[in-house]
């Protein structure tokens, strides 16, 4: 159903939907809770627990810019639009008009097949580069409208406590971030010698740069391989080589996207945000390998 600022309002079938011309897309979707627990201090072991709220798909469907346009969407007043839920609690998002209309998907398959159950059967809503509470599962309803709606869900969940005590609200973009995965926390170097150091880049605002790894906790940086192929606001492996001399070494990565926006640490994170969020948190990720090889998370001023 799609209702609201539109002359036509429309409930769409999955048989109507299925007829139209699709598209599929690749891209990541993070939560804006991945890494939310090291704000404040380091607090889990390993990389599933601190970026693992994350994942990257092919998705099909339909443009959402077809079908608001299919309703006769009133472009001039219409602001935003929200997505609504058919589970439990009916959750709902304000998504801005731009994502709306720029890259948004009205999706039923995932890889290939349906949706399953668990990513929101038959439909959901695709945003890309936006925070994955916003990829609304089990799609009922669209309404447009002219102003944020501010319901339940997103006045008190992901919102950014910030260092004057005030909320930020509709944060939205998923900021350019990375992390090695391997090795990482928890992991164990058996032997000095070489290692291909492999991670992960994204950015909610297009395609990955370049990435820079650190083997001296962050006072020299190297660049990394970038594998194909490249996509926009989609996962991107990088790779590099290094040789394990068998001393206590922090390593890290630093990725750049296409804006020319720079992943910051930590430190330069809390400046600006403090240490009281628990979303949003796209700071440079440290890992400590020990001399008896243990690779440990830990933070660096
Ligand atoms: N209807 C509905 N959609 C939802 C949610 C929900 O609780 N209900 N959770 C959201 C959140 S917080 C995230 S991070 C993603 C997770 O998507 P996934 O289960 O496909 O990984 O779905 C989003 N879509
Ligand atoms: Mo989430």
Redesign the pocket.
Known sequence: MINGLVKSPRVFTMDDLMRLPSISRIHF?E?GANTGLEWGNVAVPTVQYTHG?L?CCEYTGVRLSLLLDMCGIDLKKAKFILAE?G?GSG?TRTIGIDNALHDAIVAWGMNGEMLRP??GYPLRLVVPGVQ??S????LRRIEVGDAPYATKDEAVHYIDLMPNGLHRQYTSIQECKSVITTPSGGQQLLSKGFYNVSGLAWSGRGRIKQVDVSFDGGRSWKTARLESPVLSKALTRFNIDWIWDGSETIFQSRAIDETGYVQPSIRMLREVRGTRSIYHNNAIQSWRVEVNGEVQNVQIG
Not at 135 to 138: F, N, Q, R, Y
């Open positions: 979707i939560c709220m994942s839920g589970d959750m668990e990513n994955g509470v990829w609304v599962k089990w």
